[in-house]
């Protein structure tokens, strides 16, 4: 009974592509999140999306969007894939978002390579 | 926005050792998560504390949101402890987590 669980675990591309990361939760979450690991352990907040409001981290470049089918799901698309993108990406939920501090849950983790 | 500092940044325990992890923030919270990452690389929620004091098993925290930090216990270390553990704080930003540069710790047997 995963939690929050993302697909694919492993992903593996050529510079220049543009690939797709899907995330879904199972929690009955309102907020859902995506956050970039380095490959020196750092964290950091790209965006935070419920079906009213998108967060962007200002830092983010425009090639990363969030795309949300419905309120289980939010997929991170990326295009013209950089070598600089390569690293760990988790997505995570919460019950509540903006406003409204709740306990986040994280997903096992994308580790994408850019070659 | 908030910072998030997190202290020692490495840690090398024997097993049965007790530690004590320390995170400091430059703002009021209204959400501060700690979080043990696994050697797998699996994020784990340990507690969720913007204040006051909680206890899981052998694995405390306090919040002192007044003096903007926070403190994670470790009691009787065992080696499955090891990894990194982070401090993730949130200052009504959206509830985006701000998180620390993380403490890594080995449990030697």
């Known amino acids: 009974d995963t939690a929050v669980s993302q697909t694919p675990k492993y992903l593996v591309t050529q510079m220049g592509n543009d690939k797709s990361i899907k995330c879904e939760q199972n929690?009955?979450?309102?907020?859902m999140y995506w956050y970039k690991q380095d490959s020196k352990k750092f964290l950091k907040i790209m965006f935070s999306?419920?079906?009213?409001?998108?967060?962007i981290n200002e830092t983010v470049p425009n090639r990363f969007s969030p795309k949300s089918p419905d309120k289980a799901h939010l997929n991170l698309h990326i295009n013209s894939l950089e070598l600089g993108d390569s690293a760990v990406y988790f997505c995570?939920?919460?019950?509540?978002?903006?406003?409204?501090?709740?306990?986040?849950?994280f997903g096992p983790g994308t580790r994408l390579l850019v070659l | 926005g908030i910072q998030v500092e997190q202290s020692p940044p490495d840690l090398i325990l024997q097993e049965g050792a007790n530690s004590t992890l320390r995170c400091n923030f430059s703002?009021?919270?209204?959400?501060l998560q700690w979080f043990h990452q696994n050697p797998w690389g699996q994020l784990i929620n340990l507690f969720y504390?913007?204040?006051g004091t909680k206890q899981n098993g052998r694995l405390s925290a306090t919040t002192v949101a007044t003096e903007r930090y926070s403190l994670l216990y470790i009691s009787s270390s065992q080696t499955t402890d090891s990894g990194v553990y982070f401090c993730?704080?949130?200052?009504?930003?959206?509830?985006?987590?701000?998180f620390g540069g993380g403490t890594r710790l080995m449990v030697k047997p």
């Open positions: 995570a939920s919460s019950r509540t978002g903006a406003g409204s501090a709740e306990t986040q849950y």
């Open positions: 999306y419920n079906n009213k409001e998108l967060i």
């Open positions: 703002d009021s919270v209204n959400n």
């Open positions: 929690l009955g979450h309102d907020t």
């Open positions: 504390i913007p204040s």
């Open positions: 993730a704080a949130d200052n009504n930003a959206g509830n985006m987590l701000t």
